[in-house]
């Protein structure tokens, strides 16, 4: 039987790895793994205890708010709070970044944002939710309170992202910029033990990811590209959980995506909170990210903390292809209107 790799054990051992490393992003992703568990229990006794449902608020983006993101979203924010590498927190369901006080006067070069609970329209019908967080170093003095300018940056600045899926086992994956890791919750010890080393995203899959009920209402070249995979028999999987989508993807290649539609024109899911850590996991691993403009999600500089991107992410062979037809199909001019 091959030694059980704990994920405190593994991301100890990579902090060798870095040269200057002085241990902060290390109890960040620690406290961050913490937390996981603490949502993950609550996640799996949600039908048990009556948090379940809808909590009756809108958050920052306009969306149902459900009782456990609200759960999750706290825990993370206490776990993240008390790590004392953290200066700050943005999260999708808060209006404005949380600054986080020093602890025992350490100045901490952290910011995290994060997306609590994903895919929470899930909950109540017991289909996997997840967890997508992303780490900055802050651009602000480190003596004073952090600033909008420390989760204003573009993921190309992202010093590490990841998330956890409770699915039928709870995983998480992470990056630091050096490859892509998976670790498996074993429930009888409490532990995340590694279960997925260096992820490589496959050049093309056999899976395609996409609203397709909003066919309609996407562009032409977005229908176009949606009927040629069908053409290809690709196998159509939409599991309204971005993060669980990606994960399948991530394993055994495929495409995902959410493009502009009437009700989103600037697209559905957030910059800071799905889109540049799904990005950097997904380009760490092999794959690519581009929104419909068909620019790198990684180098969009954002403007606000909600703002809302397309996204177009998967293995490279296919989103290669994607942006092919895109560029193909914008060229033909529009019909005249009669
Ligand atoms: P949420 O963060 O409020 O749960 O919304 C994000 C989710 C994604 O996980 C998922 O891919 C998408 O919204 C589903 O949206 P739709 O129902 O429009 O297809
Ligand atoms: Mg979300």
């Given at each position: 039987?091959?030694?059980?790799i704990?994920?405190d054990e593994f991301i100890i051992r990579r902090q060798k790895d870095f040269a200057y490393a002085s241990g902060e992003l290390t109890g960040?992703l620690r ?129 590490a ?15 630091t910029g050096r490859g892509?890791n ?157």
């Amino acid at each position: 039987m091959s030694r059980i790799i704990t994920l405190d054990e593994f991301i100890i051992r990579r902090q060798k790895d870095f040269a200057y490393a002085s241990g902060e992003l290390t109890g960040l992703l620690r406290d961050i793994g913490v937390a996981a568990k603490i949502v993950n229990r609550e996640v799996n006794k949600a039908g048990l205890v009556n948090i379940l449902g809808v909590h009756g608020l809108e958050n920052a983006s306009g969306d149902e708010v459900q009782k456990l993101d609200m759960y999750a979203n706290q825990k993370l924010i206490d776990c993240l709070k008390n790590s004392g590498e953290c200066c700050g927190v943005a999260s999708e369901e808060n209006e404005d970044i949380i600054q986080v006080p020093a602890i025992a006067s350490k100045n901490a070069k952290y910011v995290v944002v994060f997306d609590p609970l994903d895919g929470s329209s899930n909950i109540d019908v017991n289909v996997s939710v997840g967890t997508i967080f992303g780490i900055y170093r802050r651009k602000s003095d480190e003596k004073g309170p952090c600033t909008m300018e420390d989760f204003l940056q573009k993921g190309t600045e992202l010093v590490a992202a990841g998330y956890v899926i409770y699915g039928t086992s709870t995983i998480l994956v992470y990056t630091t910029g050096r490859g892509v890791n998976g670790f498996t919750l074993d429930p009888s010890i409490g532990e995340f033990c590694l279960s997925h080393t260096d992820i490589k995203i496959p050049d093309r899959g056999q899976y395609y990811s996409v609203n397709q009920g909003y066919y309609l209402k996407f562009d032409v070249e977005m229908r176009r590209y949606i009927d040629y995979c069908s053409d290809l028999n690709l196998r159509l999987r939409y599991i309204g959980s971005m993060v669980s989508d990606i994960h399948r993807i991530l394993l055994q290649g495929g495409i995902f995506l959410y493009p502009n539609t009437r009700k989103y024109p600037k697209g559905k899911l957030r910059l800071l909170y799905e889109c540049n850590p799904l990005a950097f996991v997904v380009e760490q691993a092999g794959g690519k990210a581009y929104n419909n403009q068909l620019g790198r999600i990684m180098e969009v500089q954002p403007h606000e903390l909600h703002q809302r991107s397309t996204i177009v992410i998967g293995s490279p062979g296919m989103v290669d292809e994607m942006k092919e037809f895109v560029e193909r199909y914008s060229a033909v001019p529009a019909m005249p209107k009669k």
